[in-house]
């Protein structure tokens, strides 16, 4: 869960947003840029929470509503809402999300296992929790969430 350049001393930094009026955090590194809401162009037989690409300085990336892709519904298109660029391991996509709220900084006790597990064949998108202010933040894995993404595009 956190950077393999960071000692386990060190706390980890991560960028909590909300999907589906849940929280949810990243870890801070892997964000690239927080954008505001624009349109994007559709791709015919896309699965569901792929909303299209967009242009991003000559590269076309493909942007994934976070709440769909959780099994939470569709996200409704609202100017307000922010599309998170994240990179992983060399590959760009984006992420809607309604809100990015704030940075914050977790010791590495402060996050807790994930109770459940992922099924087989299923990778876990939820990999920690983080109890902050009486709510619960949820640690996504980006890359189960870009496995998902290249397995439905398959």
């Known amino acids: ?47 569901p929470s792929v909303l299209g690409v967009m242009n991003l300085r000559g590269a076309v990336i493909p942007i994934i509503d976070l709440k769909d892709r959780l099994g939470l519904g569709a996200t409704s298109e609202d100017h307000r809402n922010v599309i998170v660029i994240v990179n992983l391991s060399g590959r760009t996509l984006g992420l809607l999300v309604e809100a990015v709220s704030e940075i914050i ?36 894995d980006l890359t189960g969430l870009a496995m998902a993404e290249t397995e439905d595009a398959a």
């Open 1 to 47: 869960m956190t950077d393999s350049n960071v000692s386990a001393d060190q706390p980890s930094e991560f960028v909590s947003l909300t999907a589906g009026g849940q929280g949810f955090c990243v870890d801070i590194h892997a964000i690239r840029e927080i954008r505001s809401w624009t349109p994007v162009t559709t791709l015919p037989f896309a699965e």
């Open 105 to 140: 900084s977790v010791p590495a006790d402060g996050i807790l296992p994930n109770p459940t597990s992922a099924t087989e064949g299923n990778p876990a998108q939820i990999i920690g929790l983080i109890s902050r202010d009486n709510q619960m933040l949820r640690v996504l």
